[in-house]
């Protein structure tokens, strides 16, 4: 099972910026589809955004537009740039990576807040 590690979250007010990396364990990261998902306190958590090996891209309605999801197979690491943040935006962001199995990165806080 793939190792996922995040970073590049933290606080930062409404329409700034951020990114996110995820960093993966193991030599088949190009095969799996990747993605970010969301969690905020008392709510389930949603898909972001996912991008498979050839690069096809999805996103979510309610970050169309804002987020850019992209990967860099050579470093093993897939990103979430986040634009134009509103304070929805706010929950911990997890990395997913799909093969077959599942894995799931530990999640990175991100609030949005003035």
């Known amino acids: 099972q793939m190792q996922l590690v995040e970073s590049g979250g933290g606080l930062v007010q409404p329409g700034g910026s951020l990114r996110l990396s995820c960093t993966a364990s193991g030599s088949r990261f190009s095969l799996y589809v990747m993605g970010w998902y969301r969690q905020a306190p008392g709510k389930q958590r949603e898909r972001v955004a996912t991008?498979?090996?050839?690069?096809?891209?999805n996103y979510a309605d309610a970050v169309k537009g804002r987020f850019t999801i992209s990967r860099d197979n050579a470093k093993n690491t897939v990103y979430l740039q986040m634009n134009s943040l509103k304070p929805e935006d706010t929950g911990v962001y997890y990395c997913r990576g799909s093969l077959g199995t599942i894995s799931w990165g530990q999640g990175t806080q991100v609030t949005v807040s003035s």
């Open positions: 991008i498979t090996p050839d690069g096809s891209t």
